[in-house]
């Protein structure tokens, strides 16, 4: 008795589905190696990875988005005494 | 002109906050560490932490879902021939 | 056949180390979720949750340290036009 | 006062490393994405997303490694009573 007749899995396309992610989780691997790579490039040219990759994040952002949140970020800190008010 | 003014954060309140969050933050780490601790401890006496982890993962499941996870698992092996059909 | 004696599992020994993680697991979920309730009940006060996390980090590290990360930041920021060189 | 004079950022070869970063995660993304759809026409033919990843990871491991992890979960699970022990 084939598996198939009892949960109906037909091997081949099962297969295809699984080789199909497989080789797209591989390119996709890559490519992050190829992410990792630019970073470590920049980092030998004096620029810091932790930075890029902040700056990255807020160039996602719209400008108001972003300078209401730098905003807010400095008036917390301010609250806390981490910055001077003068500052 | 204190800060509170232009955005209405009440320092102390922000502080209260911000210092309730980092205690318990504190103690979700010890716990953190704690549960690593016990892993450590088992793998001493020869368990072995990767399937430890695995099993509480489906002690999380109703013993049918489990049951027909384990099945379909060992069907889709089958199915792409990493278990001979009459294992 | 005991399975003890094929491969030496003593089920008490791994019961009692399976039990403790996950009280621990348990104990450290709540924690998470009272983190997750005190973020909620600052957001209601007009707190931003996410600027919050954000100064949780900062507090974290070095004064020179948090300085430095800024001035960098910034300076990235007017190198790519996201900021007036001016401001 | 240019910016570069004080640390020395290149502004163009900053803006080189981060557009180049920007543009391999957009590709990484697309690539995640399109894994997505493909377990998303699977699950339609009614294959399940999840076994089919849990696959996926075994397939990564050598044979010997697998039917090794695969016991001891029939062990562990035995010893604890998740089992019959003549299933």
Do not use: W
Request: proline share 2%; aromatic share 4%; net charge negative.
């Amino acid at each position: 008795m084939e598996i198939t007749d009892t949960i109906n899995v037909v091997p081949e396309e099962l297969k295809s589905y699984i080789e199909r992610i497989e080789k797209l989780e591989l390119e996709k691997k890559e490519m992050q190696d190829h992410v990792r790579d630019v970073y470590a490039e920049a980092a030998d040219k004096g620029f810091d990875p932790k930075i890029m990759k902040e700056v990255i994040k807020l160039r996602k952002m719209e400008n108001d988005d972003r300078e209401e949140q730098e905003m807010l970020l400095d008036t917390y800190q301010r609250a806390l005494g981490m910055k001077d008010h003068c500052e």
